[in-house]
């Protein structure tokens, strides 16, 4: 399909734990492709990595072999500090839900009590307005309360886009 020029991170420790130059470029396409403020990626979706070199259809299925299509959805900034603070809750521990995350920087500390890890949120250079409406693209699981994100359930404005992750993915490689 396509070659890697750099080896993409999806090794299980790393994509739940912190940023992934794989989770990056995946959140950043959907980001893009759907035309949304936010893109969040629960690190389970992701199961291995990129090595330098030839990719072919297996690789690709074996990085991302899930279904569950995009979606977008529209949410406030309290519900979305909800969100990520559900998505460190288990931090350091490699918890699926960890989100790999593009349109935004979050600071967070892992020693904090749960539910109050999360530190700051910039979004489009501005802090998080807790009364605004974001968009937000993420994954069907997600969006249907996968991994404990029941709140998404509550989102609005949704739009499956039928189009699964990996998707992103294969165009990137054949761009």
């Known amino acids: 399909l396509g070659q890697a020029s750099v080896r993409l991170q999806g090794d299980r420790p790393v994509v739940r734990t912190q940023e992934a ?6 959140a950043d ?18 199961r291995r990595s990129l090595e330098v070199g030839p990719v072919t259809l297996g690789d690709v299925l074996s990085v991302l072999p899930f279904d569950s299509a995009l979606v977008t959805l529209h949410i406030t900034g309290a519900m979305l500090r909800q969100v990520l ?12 839900r960890f989100f790999q995350i593009s349109g935004l920087q979050v600071t967070y500390n892992g020693k904090a009590p749960v539910g109050a890890r999360v530190r700051t949120i910039i979004i489009g250079g501005a802090p998080l307005d807790v009364v605004k409406t974001y968009t937000v693209a993420t994954d069907a699981f997600v969006a249907d309360g ?7 359930t509550h ?5 499956n886009h039928q189009t699964p992750l990996r998707d992103l993915l294969l165009k990137a490689l054949t761009e």
């Open 29 to 46: 396409r959907m980001r893009r492709t759907l035309g949304t403020d936010i893109a969040l990626i629960n690190a389970g979706q992701i």
């Open 85 to 96: 603070e559900h998505s460190v809750s288990q931090w350091p521990n490699h918890a699926g």
């Open 155 to 159: 989102a609005t404005h949704r739009i």
């Open 146 to 152: 996968g991994d404990g994100y029941d709140m998404l």
């Open 21 to 26: 130059n794989l989770g990056n470029l995946l």
